[in-house]
Nanobody, 123 residues
Framework: QVQLVESGGGLVRAGGSLRLSCVAS????????MGWYRQAPGKQRELVAA???????NYEDSVKGRFTISRDTARNSAYLQMNSLKPEDTAVYYC?????????????????WGQGTQVTVSS
């Protein structure tokens, strides 16, 4: 059983910084990608940033230039450095780890989720 544990959330003023950490434990497959999602009240969960096993990254447009995702493959960990935070970044942030398996019918994704960590940015 895979467990993802996030930490690093909290309350910060606009313009401030936070660093989120996600550590995977348990019976560990090799993850093809790890990422961070967020969900604000009344909104759908959205992808914030993702990083593949070869280091390729992808960011949601509103966080480009402010957030940086990194990964320690050996430790099955992922990090999200968030700078220049804005009130609209307020949300619960979830760590995701994805394993992609080739099946006879095509590729299948297995997703694992953390419990979420609250990030609140005050104006």
């Amino acid at each position: 059983q895979v467990q993802l544990v996030e930490s690093g959330g909290g309350l910060v003023r606009a313009g401030g910084s936070l660093r989120l950490s996600c550590v995977a434990s348990g019976s560990m497959p090799s993850f093809n990608a790890m990422g961070w999602y967020r969900q604000a009240p009344g909104k759908q969960r959205e992808l914030v940033a993702a990083i593949t096993s070869d280091g390729s990254t992808n960011y949601e447009d509103s966080v480009k230039g402010r957030f940086t995702i990194s990964r320690d493959t050996a430790r099955n960990s992922a990090y999200l450095q968030m700078n220049s935070l804005k009130p609209e970044d307020t949300a619960v942030y979830y760590c995701n780890a994805r394993r992609t398996v080739s099946m006879p019918t095509g590729l299948r994704n297995y997703d694992y989720w953390g419990q979420g960590t609250q990030v609140t940015v005050s104006s």
